[in-house]
T-cell receptor, first 113, second 119 residues
Framework: DQQVKQNSPSLSVQEGRISILNCDYT??????FLWYKKYPAEGPTFLIS?????DKNEDGRFTVFLNKSAKHLSLHIVPSQPGDSAVYFC????????????FGPGTSLSVIP | GAVVSQHPSRVICKSGTSVKIECRSL??????MFWYRQFPKQSLMLMAT?????????EQGVEKDKFLINHASLTLSTLTVTSAHPEDSSFYIC???????????????FGQGTRLTVV
């Protein structure tokens, strides 16, 4: 049973436009959420995170929104750049084991020049 | 910043042999490290939690006798795939978090990954 879901396996966006990547989770024990970016044959690199006590966190072009009641979060990238093309993993960490990170299946983002 | 180094990056082995993968935290101590496995076009699946000085904790469905984990020091965890078979071919990744960081708001750092091919 997948605890972190990313229902869009892929997304294409024009350069300069906004990219919105969505994520849903089922485990109510998750209280910390992260987004990772991954290139082929490399380990994931951390992008941005949000605690469950917040509903928004912004870092440059990246903003993560959290809707706890809906168990939904989203990553907004604006403006999108060709270098943003990668697989984006939504991940969650439970309160009882905060070092443990559970990943979603990923969304492959292609930013078209 | 904190770096996690994984070695080797690629390994090809014969069916029936064992392969050891190392995960090192280079500039911080990690009491806990995590091992993940990624199949092609799929997500990273958590395999086990490596605990320094004690037994690893395995996720459901992961054979602990097949995937031996040793965390002998605060900077090194190893994953040994024993009696490897072609179905064990995968991308294995480790992660660690700086144990000095008491703030929950710090991310885990990932190694570069190891591509294992069993022929």
């Amino acid at each position: 049973d997948q605890q972190v879901k990313q229902n869009s396996p892929s997304l294409s966006v024009q350069e300069g436009r906004i990219s919105i990547l969505n994520c849903d989770y089922t485990n109510s024990m998750f209280d910390y959420f992260l987004w990772y970016k991954k290139y082929p044959a490399e380990g994931p690199t951390f992008l941005i995170s949000i605690s469950s006590i917040k509903d928004k966190n912004e870092d440059g072009r990246f903003t993560v929104f959290l809707n706890k009641s809906a168990k939904h979060l989203s990553l907004h990238i604006v403006p999108s750049q060709p270098g943003d093309s990668a697989v984006y993993f939504c991940a969650a960490s439970p309160l009882t084991s905060y070092d443990k990170v559970i990943f979603g299946p990923g969304t492959s983002l292609s930013v078209i020049p | 910043g904190a770096v996690v180094s994984q070695h080797p990056s690629r390994v090809i082995c014969k069916s029936g042999t064992s392969v050891k993968i190392e995960c090192r935290s280079l500039d911080f101590q990690a009491t806990t490290m995590f091992w993940y496995r990624q199949f092609p076009k799929q997500s990273l699946m958590l395999m086990a939690t490596s605990n320094e000085g004690s037994k690893a904790t395995y996720e459901q469905g992961v054979e602990k006798d097949k995937f031996l984990i040793n965390h002998a020091s605060l900077t090194l965890s190893t994953l040994t795939v024993t009696s490897a078979h072609p179905e064990d071919s995968s991308f294995y990744i480790c992660s660690a978090r700086d144990g000095r960081q008491s703030n929950r708001g710090t991310e885990a750092f990932f190694g570069q990954g190891t591509r294992l091919t069993v022929v």
